[in-house]
């Protein structure tokens, strides 16, 4: 291992979850942290931390001159940025490349390739890898995105290039809707990120969220198979599986090829995830996306795959090539995540911060939790609300599922309220039992149920 003193630019469970790999490889961390979270337990994980600034992200985690000078400051040889905040940035990649130190992800110019969701699907149709019909790039104005809807077929998606977490996306049924909502996907996506660019996309009815991790080394790619991430409210993630259970053999080597031919055409370089859309009427599949980092749900792919995303990365990043062979990675069994946050789901999932009392997680060699937890903690209200994750793997889905299930009912975290009693109630839906779900399930069906209070 050439790296030797890591600096984690982020919080929460995924700051406890890089410290522990880094840990485990004989690396010194040096935690990043804001005045709001000199309590977070990565801080006492880490072999040192640097307070960046005051509690809001923009004041702190989003301060990317500020990070490069403090991991510079603190004898850091490389950055880890976790996901969310500057996990994607190319300007951030480039400071912390600039100052010396390894950006521990893709290349700066990868990720403005991959990042910009219209660039990245020209890279998937130069590799070959079929797309969602759509317009042919960005659309200039509303004419132009008339125009491309009608070549393209209503319903339409509007798209935001820099678009992410759910922002920047309306669906137009008429060309009266996109008339209406295309001003507002540009004028949100302008604000959110910077980049009011549009492309449209023909909405895949019922369409299942397929995503497949890859592993690069800049030369070489492999895949780690592939999560389903169907079940999603308000275009975020809730539950996710490993690996996706409506895929034949054959469609899945398929998918998987063609996630590793993509990377390999833009030499990707450490953990990245191809997300597509699964038509299982037809068992066509489209590549949407590129997320260039790890994701919150990659426990699962660990969990069938034995393999350490974040230690693989870190490998990656000093230097090493890829010693994972593509037949020597195999699935065993079925792993589902349930992400718990502190929302009140019976109440409209309204934010919850608070002080955790009485915690109590359940253990056992087919279940895992990745938190930021522990009793006393007192939960920032500045910040997404994710406290952690549960995963439960079993021989079949059924049995991951009615694992997953057994260890919600015995988790108990006091002091706040969480999203719990949603995994409950879904863990027993017989949609969801039966795998008959798609990203146009959930709203629907929570709207129809009453979750029980926690």
Not at 181 to 202: K, T
Not at 225 to 243: D, G, N, Y
Request: net charge negative; proline share 5%.
């Amino acid at each position: 291992m050439a790296l030797t003193r890591l600096f984690i630019a982020n919080r929460g469970e995924i700051a406890v979850r890089i410290n522990r790999s880094a840990t485990a490889l004989g690396l010194e961390t040096v935690q990043a942290y804001s005045e709001a979270d000199a309590e977070m337990l990565a801080v006492g994980m880490a072999t040192d931390a640097v307070c960046i600034g005051p509690a809001p992200a923009k004041a702190s985690y989003l301060v990317a001159d500020r990070i490069v000078a403090a991991a510079k400051d603190a004898g850091c040889d490389a950055v880890h940025p976790g996901y969310g905040f500057l996990a994607e940035n190319a300007a951030f990649a480039e400071a912390v490349e600039t100052a010396g130190m390894v950006f521990v992800g893709p290349k700066p110019e990868t990720i403005r390739a991959m990042g910009d969701k219209a660039a990245a699907r020209a890279a998937a149709i130069a590799a070959g890898v079929p797309v969602v019909p759509g317009s042919d790039g960005l659309v200039a104005d509303i004419a132009a995105t008339i125009a491309a809807a009608e070549t393209v077929g209503y319903p339409v998606m509007v798209k935001a290039t820099a678009g992410g977490g759910g922002r920047g996306i309306r669906i137009a049924e008429t060309e009266e809707d996109l008339r209406r909502l295309a001003p507002q996907a540009q004028a949100e996506a302008l604000a959110a990120f910077g980049d009011g660019g549009l492309y449209l996309e023909r909405v895949i009815r019922n369409a299942r969220h397929i995503e497949v991790q890859i592993l690069g080394d800049g030369q070489r790619a492999v895949h780690c198979f592939e999560r389903e991430c169907s079940l999603q409210r308000r275009r975020q993630k809730v539950w996710e599986e490993a690996p996706a259970a409506c895929l034949n053999a054959e469609t899945r080597a398929k998918l998987c090829a063609s996630a590793v031919a993509l990377a390999e055409s833009v030499h990707y370089r450490g953990a990245g995830t191809l997300e597509y859309l699964y038509d299982e009427t037809t068992g066509a599949f489209y590549f949407i996306e590129m997320n260039t980092r790890i994701q919150v749900e990659h426990p699962v792919t660990e969990m069938v795959t034995g393999i350490d995303l974040i230690e693989e990365m870190l490998r990656i990043a000093g230097g090493e090539p890829l010693r994972l062979r593509q037949e020597d990675i195999t699935l065993t069994g079925h792993a589902i995540e349930a992400r718990i946050n502190a929302e009140d789901p019976a109440n409209g999932f309204m934010p919850f911060p608070g002080v955790v009392g009485a915690l109590s997680i359940p253990e056992g060699p087919d279940l895992r939790f990745d938190g930021m937890l522990y009793e006393g903690y007192a939960i920032p209200p500045f910040y997404d609300s994710l406290l952690g994750k549960l995963i439960a793997r079993g021989a079949t889905r059924i049995e991951a599922i009615d694992r997953l299930k057994a260890a919600l009912a015995e988790t108990r975290i006091e002091g706040v309220k969480t999203t719990i009693p949603l995994h409950l109630s879904l863990a027993d839906a017989p949609e969801v039992r039966s795998g008959a779900v798609h990203t146009q399930f959930l709203e629907p069906w929570l709207a129809s149920v009453q979750l029980a209070a926690e």
